[in-house]
């Protein structure tokens, strides 16, 4: 089998969230942590993508951030291409590397620069990294990359505040090909954009990948978005990856017990008026997790292990009452 | 056939700028009845919160409303003055809106502000009124309601703030509640009990329901019928079975085809090309004319106006088979 693109590794991220030092001397009280990504391990293959979906506070924003080497991680590792991201070694390994990672993020009002002009906006990879020489081949390639999103190169001496939701997506989008990225982490591309717009926008990443072979990471709270790009997904709770598997699979023979209630959850538009399980409860405090498996207080089948005991993601899935075949799984159709 | 509790008769709402008015509605009719949940879909500038909030009388200047009438049960209250127009917000109409942190007042005890809503629009005694408010909590499904009533809403979770936002919008038992995006802020396994808990109260205390979201799935969901708005206009009315399905208006086909679905196989989803008008450069004619797939000259001089054909009204000039009446153009 060929060598996984990118290999993430038992990754985890605390975040100390104590009082100031000053107020723990006064008034007494302990640091406290909040484990934000806890042991989070998965491989993405050369042009897949892979989709990381979860609840608000499950921490798929944070796993993406460290993915890109935004965010250092507290512990585990990311290897991308071969090339390890954490750690001292092949600094220059990773400099190289960096130009062919790019991040999409989810507000496009806030990821544009007001003040730059777009041309300014989109040349800025291609500069930074000293790809091309010269203005006129530089304003060529940026036209050229205008033209690949959709847009008009005429549109470069813009401003993004003349432009809309989507078509500030796509500039993002065009900014981050300008490096010849193959390696883009996708976070919430489309959740702040119209249904119209968001389809726009899904089927441009869509195309771009099927041209250049290009490797998604997507992050999406919005699961049928995720079943309608993902190659493989992930499905987080609370900081772990409770369930990991083929795309079509997941939505058609869910495993884990909140896969399950997940996508129970999600509306859908052919069942106009019908009605539907019940599901109980909320994500819980992340300061103070359930102790086991953090879905235990709301899992349907938990027993003393469940909450005493974590479960280990085996078989794809991380789940006791799976395991121990307590749960009758579902034959995909 | 019953009167409707919520009547809209050609609403017209005008935002005036240094750059001229603009209509943010234009001509917008739909009846909603006892009991009924009316869905109001659209993309961002499409007018669906500025009905609701012109229903609800708290359209902001420079926005006002210009033209047609709003009757709640036969009774006419766009033009009530201010201090009427108040006591029947709160009584009779009920809000819910998007974000529920800021709709509660983070200073007060949500029990204090219960009672005072109670209190204020029925004549339940201080003690009366407690014990409403520890009931509506119970029937919003909040647990322990006889000692949560006495938090604050930031001890609240965003899923059970929306519910005591819904509890303060049932206070004097209206007769229609105006949800604007209800759970638009939350996330999908709250939102699915929010969904299932405003269903349960159309059904129980027979309260209308108009429900503005951009979430079709939602609309499938909960609503009875749902409109479908464009730049300020109603292009689609009808059960929300029939224009889920089959839709009939070319932009409220564009809209179901453009939702990823969580069946069947698309490679591509459809697109709709562009993006909705600004509300400074409607296209003459028909406002959807330049992203139409189905356009023709009529539709770019003429507007449609919402016809019944077959199954229900839909504004578009390809389900009028007569011929253009007059050509009138300017």
């Not at chain 1, 499950?58 to 991201?85: E, F, H, N, Q, W």
């Not at chain 1, 102790?291 to 974590?310: K, Y």
């Not at chain 2, 204020?120 to 014990?131: D, F, I, M, V, Y």
Request: proline share 7%; charged share 25%; glycine share 8%.
């Amino acid at each position: 089998m060929e060598k996984p693109y990118a290999q993430i590794n038992n990754l985890r991220r605390t975040f100390d969230i104590s009082k100031p030092w000053l107020n723990r001397v006064i008034e007494g009280g302990e640091k406290q942590y909040l484990k934000a990504v806890d042991g989070v391990s998965f491989d993405i293959a050369r042009g897949e993508t892979f989709a990381l979906v979860g609840e608000s506070g499950s921490g798929k924003s944070t796993v993406a951030r460290m993915v890109v080497g935004l965010l250092p991680p507290s512990g585990g590792d990311v290897t991308i291409d071969g090339v390890p991201m954490v750690g001292r070694a092949s600094s220059q390994d990773r400099q190289r590397l960096r130009r062919r990672i790019q991040m999409i993020f989810q507000d496009p009002y806030a990821s544009l620069n007001p003040r730059w002009k777009v041309e300014d906006i989109v040349a800025e990879p291609i500069r930074a990294f000293r790809l091309l020489d010269g203005d006129k081949a530089i304003r060529e390639r940026v036209g050229e990359l205008l033209t690949l999103v959709g847009l008009h190169p005429a549109d470069g001496i813009k401003f993004p505040h003349e432009f809309s939701g989507g078509q500030r997506q796509r500039v993002a989008i065009a900014r981050a090909l300008a490096s010849n990225a193959e390696f883009i982490v996708c976070d919430e591309p489309t959740s702040a954009l119209d249904v119209s717009v968001q389809a726009q926008i899904l089927n441009l990443m869509r195309d771009l990948q099927d041209q250049f072979g290009l490797t998604y990471l997507f992050i999406s709270h919005n699961l049928a978005v995720v079943r309608h790009m993902a190659t493989r997904i992930g499905v987080m709770y609370l900081g772990r990856i409770v369930e990991i598997s083929g795309g079509r699979e997941l939505f058609a023979a869910p495993k884990h017990p909140y896969t399950r209630m997940l996508l129970d959850a999600v509306p859908d538009m052919n069942m106009a008026g019908e009605e539907r399980v019940p599901i109980s409860g909320e994500i819980p405090n992340p300061i103070n997790p359930p102790s086991g498996c953090t879905f235990n207080p709301r899992c349907p089948f938990a027993n003393d292990r469940c909450r005493s005991e974590v479960p280990p993601l085996l078989d794809g899935v991380a789940c006791h009452a799976v395991h121990e075949g307590r749960i009758a799984i579902a034959v995909a159709a | 056939m019953a009167e409707p509790v919520l009547s809209v008769r050609d609403l017209r709402v005008e935002f005036v700028t240094r750059r001229g008015a603009l209509k943010a509605i234009d001509g917008v009719s739909f009846d909603i009845a006892r009991g009924e949940v009316l869905g109001v879909v659209g993309e961002s500038g499409a007018g669906k919160s500025v009905t609701g909030s012109a229903v609800t009388g708290l359209i902001d200047p420079p926005g006002r409303i210009t033209g047609g009438e709003i009757l709640l049960s036969g009774y006419r209250i766009d033009n009530l003055p201010p201090e009427q127009m108040r006591k029947v917000r709160g009584k009779r109409i009920g809000m819910i809106f998007q974000d529920p942190l800021t709709s509660l007042n983070p200073l007060y005890r949500v029990g204090d502000q219960l009672t005072e809503t109670i209190r204020t629009h029925t004549n339940l005694s201080a003690s009366g009124a407690r014990k409403r408010a520890i009931d509506l909590l119970a029937e919003v499904g909040i647990p322990a309601p006889d000692r949560r009533i006495d938090s604050y809403p930031h001890e609240f979770s965003g899923g059970m703030r929306q519910r005591v936002v819904i509890a303060l919008a049932l206070c004097a038992e209206p007769e229609l509640i105006i949800a604007d995006e209800p759970t638009t802020a939350l996330d999908v396994s709250v939102q699915a009990q929010i969904i299932a808990l405003l269903k349960r109260l159309g059904r129980d205390h027979g309260t209308a329901i108009m429900l503005v979201t951009h979430d079709m799935g939602v609309i499938a969901e909960t609503a009875d019928r749902v409109a479908v708005m464009y730049a300020g206009r109603i292009a689609e009315i009808g059960p929300v079975r029939q224009v889920v399905q089959n839709p009939l208006h070319p932009y409220a086909k564009g809209l179901m085809g453009a939702i990823p679905s969580l069946k069947g196989d698309t490679h591509r989803l459809t697109q709709i090309p562009g993006s909705m008008p600004r509300l400074s450069a409607i296209p003459p004619g028909c406002a959807f004319n330049p992203r139409c797939p189905f356009v023709f000259d009529r539709c770019r001089v003429e507007r449609p106006e919402p016809i019944a054909r077959d199954l229900h009204p839909v504004a578009c000039h390809l389900y009028d088979e007569a011929p253009a009446r007059t050509e009138s153009v300017a």
